[in-house]
């Protein structure tokens, strides 16, 4: 049983910058994807940014101005989110996928005012 644990969001002026948090409990192999999506009111979950030792991948919307890191050790990833947006407001999900199976994060909110 894999549990994911967010912490880090909160409000912040546009081009401010935050730090998001997630600590996992269980067995997650360095291959496994580990990372961020997130969801803004009235819209589908999207990618932020994913890793694992063979890849990493950004959205399209955040490529330049996140950076998703992982601690193997810890079970840890990061993502440093910088010159934030107001359109970067949502509720940000960490997500372990592990094989077939996907677990997520109680997700934590991140607002950016304009």
């Known amino acids: 049983q894999v549990q994911l644990v967010e912490s880090g969001g909160g409000l912040v002026q546009a081009g401010g910058s935050l730090r998001l948090s997630c600590g996992a409990t269980?067995?997650?192999?360095?291959?496994?994807?580990m990372g961020w999506y997130r969801q803004a009111p009235g819209a589908q979950r999207e990618l932020v940014a994913i890793?694992?030792?063979?890849?990493?991948n950004y959205g399209d919307s955040v490529k330049g101005r996140f950076t998703i890191s992982r601690d193997y050790v810890q079970n840890t990833v990061y993502l440093q989110m910088n010159s934030l947006k107001p359109e970067d407001t949502g509720t940000y999900y960490c997500?372990?996928?592990?094989?077939?199976?996907?677990?997520w994060g109680q997700g934590t909110q991140v607002t950016v005012s304009s």
């Open positions: 997500v372990a996928q592990i094989g077939q199976f996907t677990y």
């Open positions: 269980g067995t997650i192999f360095s291959r496994n994807g």
């Open positions: 890793t694992s030792d063979l890849s990493t």
